[in-house]
C-alpha cells in the first residue's frame, strides 16, 4: 500500500493549491471562497522515488454546528484516521486563529506524525517574525511556504517523505475496473457510494450539488477491485453560474474519460429527463460501458406495471444507447446493488470484447445476403469486407466501395446484426468507414 498524506487545516488557509503544486495538475477547485473543498480528494503523487497517495480535505471548522461544515470536520477526521503522515497548513497573513488552536488540539491527540506547515511566506530567505506565533499552537518545527509558488515545497516533501513506513511496496492491481458514477445533482450518487463502502465517505445532504469534485475510492468484491469515481452532478449549462460549478462539469466529464465503465443514475422519483439523456451522451460518445441505475425505486408507488413503464421511458429517453441495461436500485435500503456490480462487470467484458476477422465477415456477408445494401443513382455500396480495429469501445472497419453510399441507417442494421450474434450489451460499437484503395 502507498503510504497516504492528509493536508488539513481550517478553510481558506491554502490546502487545495499545496495539494495541486505537490500533483503536479489542478485536481482540487481552488477559488477565494472559504469551504470551497468539501470533501477528501486523493491524487497519486511522487518524491525521490517514493509514491504516496495525497489527500485533501474540507476545511475543518471545528466548533460550527452548519449541516456543510459540520460534515467537513467528519470527513477531515476520516482523512486523518486514514493517513500516515498530517500536514497541517496555517495562514501567516490571519495569524493565530481560535480554530486553528482547535484544530491543532486534535492533531495533538491522534498519535500520527503531524508536520505544521505555514503558508502565504512568499518572500525567499529568513522566515517574517509573524510565523513564530504559530508555535504556540504546541505542534513541531514549523515549514514556511508559498504553495502558490511553490517556495519551501520540496523542503516540506523532504521531511514528509522521511515519516513513511519503510515496507511500502506498491501492490496495485493492474485488473481495477475504473467506474464513473455519474447523473444530475441529488440523484442519489454518494449515496450510493457510502451504501456500497459502508463508510460515510462522500457527503450527502439533501442539498443539490453538495459534491463539487470526483473523488475516487477503492473497493474489492468477490475478489474484483474498483475504483468508484464520485462526480460532481452535471447541471444544465443555463445554470452554471459560478466558476466553481464550470470546474465541477470539466471534473465530471473528466471522470468519465478516466473510466471503464460509467453508472447513469436516475432518479426514480422524476422520472427520464433531457439533462439525463446528455450526460449519458457524453458516455456513449466516448465510448465507454454503460450501465442505466434506476436509483430512488423504493419511493415509487408500485403497480402491476410500474416496472415495465419506467423500462420504456428508459428506451424512448435514451433511444441512442438501446444496448444499455437498466437494473431498480435503492442506494438507501441497498436493493439490487450486489446486481449492479454483476452488470458492471458483464459490461466492461463487452466493452473488451474482440471478433475474429473469419467470423465478424460471416455475418457481415449474412447481413447483406438479407438485406441489400443502399444504391444512389445507379450505384450501390459494396463491402468488401470488415476487421476489427481496436476495442473499449469495440471498433470496425468496413472497407467499401464508395463511402458516401454508406448510408447511417445500413450501418445501423450491421450493427444490429453484430449485436444480435455477439451481444456486445452494456458497450457502444463503433463503425469507420474506409474506401478501399486500388492498387
Known sequence: MKPVVAIVGRPNVGKSTLFNKIAG??????????????????????????????IDTGGIEPSSTDIILSQMRNQANLAIDMADVIVFMVNIKDGVTAADGEVAAMLRKCGKPVIPVCNKVDSPGNPPLEMYEFYNLGIGELFPVSSIHGLGVGDLLDEIVSHFPEDTGDDEDEDVIHVAIIGKPN???????????????????????????????????????????????????????????????????????????CVILVDATEGVTE????????????????????????????????MNNFKN??????????????????????????????????????????ISTGLLNDVINEAIA??????????????????????????????????????YSYVRYLENQLRAKFGFEGTPIKFIVREKTKK
Not at 472559504?34 to 477528501?40: A, E, L, Q, Y
Not at 439523456?277 to 410500474?306: F, P, Q, R, S
Request: glycine fraction near 6%.
Open 313 to 354: 421511458k428508459i428506451k424512448d429517453g435514451f433511444n441512442f444507447m438501446m444496448y444499455a441495461p437498466s437494473i431498480f436500485i435503492s442506494a438507501k435500503t441497498g436493493q439490487r446493488i450486489d446486481q449492479l456490480f454483476d452488470l458492471i462487470n458483464s459490461s466492461v467484458a463487452e466493452n473488451s470484447k474482440r
Open 275 to 306: 439533462q439525463d439523456t446528455k450526460i449519458a451522451g457524453y458516455a456513449h460518445d466516448n465510448g465507454k460501458a454503460c450501465v442505466i441505475a434506476v436509483n430512488k425505486w423504493d419511493l415509487v408507488e408500485k403497480e402491476t406495471n410500474t
Open 370 to 407: 438479407m438485406v441489400q445494401p443502399p444504391s444512389d443513382k445507379g450505384k450501390r455500396l459494396k463491402i468488401y469486407y470488415a476487421t476489427q480495429a481496436s476495442v473499449k469501445p469495440p471498433t470496425f472497419i468496413l472497407f467499401v466501395n464508395n463511402a458516401e453510399l454508406a448510408h
Open 187 to 261: 440523484a442519489g450518487k454518494s449515496s450510493l457510494i457510502n451504501k456500497i463502502l459502508g463508510e460515510d465517505r462522500v457527503i450527502v445532504s439533501s442539498i443539490a450539488g453538495t459534491t463539487r469534485d470526483a473523488i475516487d475510492s477503492t473497493y474489492e468484491k468477490d475478489g474484483q477491485k474498483y475504483t468508484l469515481i464520485d462526480t460532481a452532478g452535471m447541471r444544465k449549462r443555463g445554470k452554471i453560474s459560478e466558476d466553481v460549478e464550470r470546474y465541477s462539469v470539466v471534473r465530471a466529464l473528466n471522470a468519465v474519460d478516466r473510466a471503464d465503465a
Open 25 to 54: 495538475r489542478r485536481i482540487s477547485i481552488v477559488e477565494d471562497t472559504p469551504g470551497i473543498t468539501r470533501d477528501r480528494i486523493y491524487a497519486d503523487a511522487e518524491w525521490s522515488g517514493r509514491e504516496f497517495t495525497l
